[in-house]
């Protein structure tokens, strides 16, 4: 059995500036750890570790010493398995600018919040090494919203996700924001994984270090509000609507590919609008292409 990862975003009280740089991520190089007498947790990041009524802890986030890529500590994220309740219980090492929260009933975890952020960051950069005993995947993600009234939700107004698989040196990542609408948010929230959560290897082990978000180039396209076409909604659990905003091309197709470049799901388009049944994937990130004519598109999609 496994915690499923459900991704949204509420607004909490975290003071941050408006005008974002680099150095301006809290504690972005995991220097500085505070001990709530069970686990050792970087400042003003929360993590999946827990305990289950005092019985059982999930350790799943570690201050690392001795292996960093800069300053004196970084952040080591392991996959952890206990079995409990008759089964085994994956959970993988977690990081966020949001909360974690277990529902024991449900058993499903949940990534919650983040800081405020009224900025459109251009991408999420930082250094990792990971090592997996099977097939793995390690998650970078960043996702920018902004609460609705009408819907009393938060809309993802961008988001960018980086995963890759083994890499034992340290190594520099980037991953650009891929943004859905020219406002600006007011919630921004990084996410960081030692497992694709279609998967929960368990000893999965991803150090991170270094992190940074960059906007100094990042500016308001107003003709993304003409995008050829959307894709929603992003996260998803049952059904996905496909829109095309131009005039049928013949040969039109679209493709859900996994992690692993298998092809899970591919069709025809025929129709300006296409509803697309996903009740049978596995939670986890995927990647999205179509072909309208002679154009390509490529994005990222998380399905829970």
């Known amino acids: 059995m496994k915690f499923v990862l459900i991704i949204f975003s509420i607004i909490i009280s975290v003071a941050f500036q408006q005008k974002l740089f680099s150095q301006n991520l809290p504690n972005y190089e995991f220097e500085e750890w505070v001990s709530d007498e069970t686990f050792y947790n970087p400042h003003s990041w929360g993590t999946s570790n827990f305990t289950v009524f005092s019985i059982i802890s999930f350790n799943t986030v570690f201050k690392e010493t001795t292996d960093v890529y800069s300053g004196n500590t970084c952040a080591k994220l392991v996959t952890v398995a206990h079995y409990a309740d008759g089964d085994d219980v994956k959970v993988a090492g977690l990081i966020t600018l949001g909360h974690f929260d277990v529902n024991l009933a449900t058993r499903k975890a949940v990534v919650k919040g983040g800081i405020p952020c009224t900025s459109r960051p ?160 596995t939670p986890g990130i995927y990647y999205f292409k179509l072909i309208l004519g002679n154009n390509h598109y490529t994005e990222s999609l998380i399905i829970y």
Do not use: H
């Not at 406002?183 to 270094?210: A, H, Q, R, W």
């Open 122 to 281: 251009s991408l999420l950069s930082g250094y990792y090494k990971y090592s997996t005993p099977g097939i793995d995947s390690c998650i970078m993600s960043i996702y920018l919203t902004k609460f609705n009234s009408i819907s009393n939700n938060a809309d993802t107004l961008g988001f960018g996700i980086y995963s890759t698989s083994e890499r034992s040196e340290w190594t520099y990542f980037e991953t650009p924001v891929n943004y859905s609408s020219s406002e600006s948010p007011d919630t921004m929230n990084i996410i960081i994984l030692s497992s694709d959560t279609s998967l929960f290897v368990e000893g999965s082990t991803l150090y991170i270090d270094k992190l940074a978000i960059d906007v100094a180039t990042q500016t308001i396209d107003n003709s993304i509000n003409n995008k050829t076409y959307s894709i929603f909604p992003n996260p998803a659990k049952e059904i996905l609507f496909l829109e095309i905003n131009t005039p049928y091309q013949p040969f039109s197709s679209y493709s859900i590919i996994n992690t692993f470049g298998i092809t899970v799901k591919q069709s025809f388009v025929d129709e300006n609008i296409e509803i697309i049944d996903i009740t049978s994937f």
